[in-house]
T-cell receptor
Framework: KNEVEQSPQNLTAQEGEFITINCSYS?????LHWLQQHPGGGIVSLFM???GKKKHGRLIATINIQEKHSSLHITASHPRDSAVYIC????????FGKGTKLSVIP | NAGVTQTPKFRILKIGQSMTLQCTQD?????MYWYRQDPGMGLKLIYY???????DKGEVPNGYNVSRSTTEDFPLRLELAAPSQTSVYFC???????????FGPGTRLTVL
């Protein structure tokens, strides 16, 4: 089973700050998932990446397969980015991290 | 497309009661999943299905049952509800196991 660790658990930022959330996993994988859980509870998939970097708007995800580590960056953070960000790594099924709760203050 | 829909949104059960959580997807996905999310914990897989008629246990299957008679529907049955089953339940689907998963809005269940 893949062990997935996220840091930090909680993060408070001022609007406009650059944010980084980290994810480490224990077993080699084909692709890592980043998800966003809104304050209302809904979960959406942000990225699936197997190498390098992916960008979607102000969100950037990177992965280092050799080091078993991924980061999610948010540039020019905004209060609407406040959510829980979850990474997940597959073994024979997805193993989810506990999530990073981000609060962006105006 | 409605995506993944779940009913009900909220439910309160008494200990020992039974209920079925409904999940439907209209994306013709092969894979469907049931997860539970407890406060401060990551999502845990209860059961999954790789296609109609095929289901398998996940990490925390005890106290639950599933069936998959059609591609669209994947109901989760709770028999003899217990307080430990108080949680938020998410259904998800994907075309293949390696594709991104699409999540339903969740069902918040309380067992008293």
């Amino acid at each position: 089973k893949n062990e997935v660790e996220q840091s930090p658990q909680n993060l408070t930022a001022q609007e406009g700050e650059f944010i980084t959330i980290n994810c480490s996993y224990s077993v080699g994988i084909s692709a890592l998932h980043w998800l966003q859980q809104h304050p209302g509870g809904g979960i959406v998939s942000l990225f699936m990446l197997s190498s390098g970097k992916k960008k979607h708007g102000r969100l950037i995800a990177t992965i280092n397969i050799q080091e078993k580590h991924s980061s999610l960056h948010i540039t020019a953070s905004h209060p609407r980015d406040s959510a829980v960000y979850i990474c997940a790594a597959p073994s024979y099924q997805l193993t989810f991290g506990k999530g990073t709760k981000l609060s962006v203050i105006p | 497309n409605a995506g993944v829909t779940q009913t009900p949104k909220f439910r309160i059960l008494k200990i020992g009661q039974s209920m079925t959580l409904q999940c439907t997807q209209d994306m013709n996905h092969n894979y469907m999943y049931w997860y539970r999310q407890d406060p401060g914990m990551g999502l845990k897989l209860i059961y999954y299905s790789v296609g109609a008629g095929i289901t398998d246990k996940g990490e925390v299957p005890n106290g639950y049952n599933v069936s998959r008679s059609t591609t669209e529907d994947f109901p989760l049955r709770l028999e003899l509800a217990a307080p430990s089953q108080t949680s938020v339940y998410f259904c998800a689907s994907s075309y293949l196991s390696t594709n991104e998963q699409f999540f339903g809005p969740g069902t918040r269940l309380t067992v008293l």
